[in-house]
């Protein structure tokens, strides 16, 4: 196989690869829609199918959701930056097996495109991720004090049928 063949097999195989990942990104990104209108409608109390119990549940799904997108992100992410450069010129055209040309100084604006995109969306995630550990702590600081709080009314009662009994 010349080695012209092999790189344009190689860059089909990314461009298949890539769309794969898409497709599935799109189907990940229509399932956390669905899934957050759920929870929307179990907490306005109009859901007509889950009951309340279900939102942790579909939080689950949310959380493997959003793991699997950023799985796939990754996966889009590192095709990309493989993906085998020709050796002709920016001026020469890359062929796809869709029968499309692309110049490869545009195919290279789009993988720069999708590298930032990738990134921003990386650090829009981790801020999301930060946001929901503080929200976590928060509500495990709100059950301590609850508890702490519940220990006290206990010793407090505790100490007051003392000083009764004391005083009969």
């Known amino acids: 196989m010349k080695e012209d063949d092999k790189l344009f ?12 990942i898409e497709f599935n990104l799109e189907k990940y990104e229509a399932e956390k829609i669905k899934f957050n209108n759920i929870i929307s409608n179990i907490n306005n109390g109009t859901e007509l199918w889950y009951p309340p119990e279900s939102v942790n549940l579909f939080t689950e799904y949310l959380e493997l959701l959003n793991n699997l997108i950023s799985d796939l992100k990754d996966r ?20 796809f097996s869709e029968g499309k040309e692309l110049e ?11 590298m930032k995109m990738f990134e921003e969306e990386k650090e829009l995630e981790a801020e999301e ?24 009314y206990m010793d407090n009662a ?9 005083d009969e």
């Open 129 to 152: 991720k930060k946001e929901l550990e503080t929200e976590k702590k928060k509500e495990l600081e709100a059950e301590e004090k609850k508890e702490l709080e519940a220990e006290d």
């Open 9 to 20: 097999n190689n860059i089909i195989s990314a461009v298949k690869q890539l769309k794969d």
């Open 76 to 95: 889009e992410f590192n095709t990309i930056v493989n993906i085998p450069l020709p050796k002709e010129t920016l001026e020469e055209k890359i062929f």
């Open 158 to 166: 505790v100490h007051d049928m003392k000083m009764f009994e004391e």
């Open 104 to 114: 490869a100084e545009d195919y290279m604006d789009n993988a720069v495109h999708n």
